[in-house]
């Protein structure tokens, strides 16, 4: 499949990059994440200050009241959600997950802005934005998908999961728009043998490296959802 | 000065200086400098971005140098995991990989620095291997390892590259240079040839009509201006020889060598140093990622900033697995050629001295 890209990627970088300086002054934010599988068990840190529950985990586990209940602090739903206004409501941290495909056709991904565009629209209370590739991952692609959605995100958090991302291109995403950081940030990290082998997990001083090596200032999202500068 | 007085220069075709260099490299702004860089690397080469089929053979992993950042290396003969290819063996290597159906034009030889194999040894495996397959091309053998023959042979830097070139040397691979400073040499490999001596190397392949590649090892102990300095001592012979075929940035790799409490380049660090060797070395045609200490995806990205050459389709590479490299250990030419597509660009494959060559028939077109 030949995949020429119809998009200037630097223009793009640039205009992303400009705006996330300019709303969140040069800051990027870590936050250690947990995410809460349809089983009723976390994945992730337990000492993450995000308990992230995803729509299938909300549905399998009965609701958003028992996911509140079995510790979840934010929700990451579809495009196509009914449960964000409750959630903000709630008082959940509401993100919303925007799917993209690698060499999909331009006509394609800009449908796929002008539906995040009109999500927006109708749930204000949305505070971030998750990229979340269908299929194979491609850099460079990627990494436009996220200039774009800054464009569109206005003043909500364009945020990298190193869990799909990995660190590499995850840390670039910083570069193209991202302001935030989402992943198993933990104090220590095991090896990575066995199981673990291609485990993304990162300790806290590999994130804040990755950040400021990106050329920002590295922040935490702490518990009760302050930022904290580090 | 100003990063903008800096594009200003780079545009109009102008040698930048160290602080120019340097400027470049503390530019907070990675999506500019990078833009940057692609403008001159499409300039150069427009949407090509080269590789080749290359075999990769290491004689020997017995090694005295013994350097900090090196995971492949035995110190003794007898050592665990120590061996010594025969010849027969690597020409056996060759043959398999020529019956395999994606028959390299180029082999790769680099190897630890064994005192105990005669010079007989060397100039009898690549007589072997050029007999073996007449028309490929024999990489062979960093400026360490030919120093290193110098010394313990007693023979001339140029005694030894004119013995060797008459067994079928054609390019000598870029390995070794790690950043050609005396301070850092002497932190990480302080018994590798000098600088000075791994330039003198190039320096006489170069007179005596062998091309080479050079490298740039970045992440262990060296200071940004160090890298700098390093490019301009690179730019400088190249003004010099005109030898250079490419320049090879290599991020160190921290795993199963004693420099392992040490974090790897991160990927914004290494497309940065991408994009500066780019604009530095505007006198060297061109900058290769070699995905396998890349990894694929950040070697994608490299050929936005600044690199026009994937390297080749590498079969079994061993040096940067040992440090922890997670890429594949070999890839097909075709891909080679889909990875370049996908980062939308235009696959060429090329010979070691990247000369263009026209598909094969059998195979897919690339």
Known sequence: ?????????????????????????????????????????????????????????ISARGGLA????????????????????????????????????????????????????????????????????????QGLDTLAFFALCRQEAEKKHVIADFERFGHKLGQLCLSFGADEILGSIVGQRALRLGERASSNEITRDEAVLLVRAAGFVPCERLPDGGISEL | MSFSEVARKVRAGEALSAAEGVLLYRHPNLVELGALANEMRERLHQDRVYFNRNLHINPTNVCVAQCKLCSFSRRAPDAEGAFVLRVDEAVARLQASLLAGDAPTEVHLVGG???????????????????????????????????????????SIEEILRRLQGAGLASLPGGGAEILSS?????????????????EVHRTAHRLGVKSNCTMMFGTVETVEERVQHLLRLRDLQAETGGFLAFIPLPFHPENNALFDRPAPTAAEVLRTFAVARLVLSNVANIKAYWVSLGLDTAQMALWFGADDLDGTVS???????????????????????????????????DTLYRALAPRPQQEAV
């Open chain 1, 1 to 57: 499949m030949s995949i020429q890209p119809d998009f200037d990627i630097f223009s793009l970088g640039r205009a992303a990059q400009a705006k996330a300086r300019t709303l969140f002054d040069g800051r990027a934010c870590l936050t250690s994440t947990r995410r809460l599988n349809v089983d009723g068990t976390w994945f992730g840190p337990p000492r993450a200050t995000c308990s992230l529950a995803d729509e299938d985990a």
């Open chain 1, 66 to 137: 028992s996911v509140r209940e079995a510790g979840a602090n934010a929700i990451l739903c579809n495009l196509e959600s009914t449960v964000a206004l409750q959630a903000v409501a709630a008082g959940l941290r509401c993100l919303v997950r925007v799917p993209f495909a690698a060499g999909e056709a331009a006509d394609e991904r800009r449908g796929r802005v002008a539906e995040l565009a009109d999500f927006l629209g109708h749930f204000p209370g949305v505070d971030g934005i998750v990229p979340v590739p269908l299929g194979e991952v």
């Open chain 2, 113 to 155: 620095l064994h005192e105990g194999l005669p010079f007989s040894y060397f100039v009898e495996l690549l007589s072997a291997l050029k007999a073996a397959a007449p028309g490929i091309c024999l990489k062979a053998f960093s400026a360490v390892e030919i120093f290193f023959f110098h010394r313990l042979y007693k023979l």
């Open chain 2, 183 to 199: 301070r850092v040499r002497k932190a990480i490999c302080p018994n590798k040839c000098g600088a000075e001596e791994w330039i």
């Open chain 2, 316 to 350: 079994e590479e061993k040096i940067y697995h040992l440090a922890g490299a997670r890429s594949p250990q070999s890839l097909t030419p075709a891909e080679m050629a889909r990875i370049i597509r996908t980062a939308g660009r235009v696959p060429v494959e090329r």
